[in-house]
């Protein structure tokens, strides 16, 4: 079975900073885990960074200079540097991962951005 976790989420100030973390458990390491999204409640679903297995990125404009995407291919996780939250950064994080023909993902972790 394939099965992503996110961890790192909770409450944090405006300007505040948060990393959270994607792990495939089990024994599926074959999965390649490849990128955050998030959504905010009422809205769909959005990219905001990806990354692949040689290191090259691709990151949502709303949050380049803020956030920043890193992985351990050694571990096969996958890792999300927030800094500078702001107020809409609020939503449900996700991580992505690929295995053959197959789209996965985590049930989320939770950011709530609020003083």
């Known amino acids: ?19 959270l973390s994607c ?3 089990g024994t599926i390491f074959s999965v390649n885990i490849m990128g955050w999204y998030r959504q905010a409640p009422g ?4 990219l905001v960074a990806n990354i692949t297995t040689s290191g090259r990125t691709n990151v949502a404009d709303s949050v380049k200079d803020r956030f920043t995407i890193s992985r351990d291919n ?16 609020t939503a449900v994080y996700s991580c992505k991962g690929l295995l053959g023909t197959g789209v996965y993902w ?7 951005v609020s003083s």
């Open 74 to 89: 050694a571990k096969n996780t996958l890792s999300l540097q927030m800094n500078s939250l702001k107020s809409e950064d």
């Open 43 to 46: 809205k769909e679903r959005e």
């Open 106 to 112: 985590g049930k989320g972790t939770l950011v709530t």
């Open 1 to 19: 079975q394939v099965q992503l976790v996110e961890s790192g989420g909770g409450l944090v100030q405006p300007g505040g900073s948060l990393r």
């Open 23 to 25: 792990a495939a458990s």
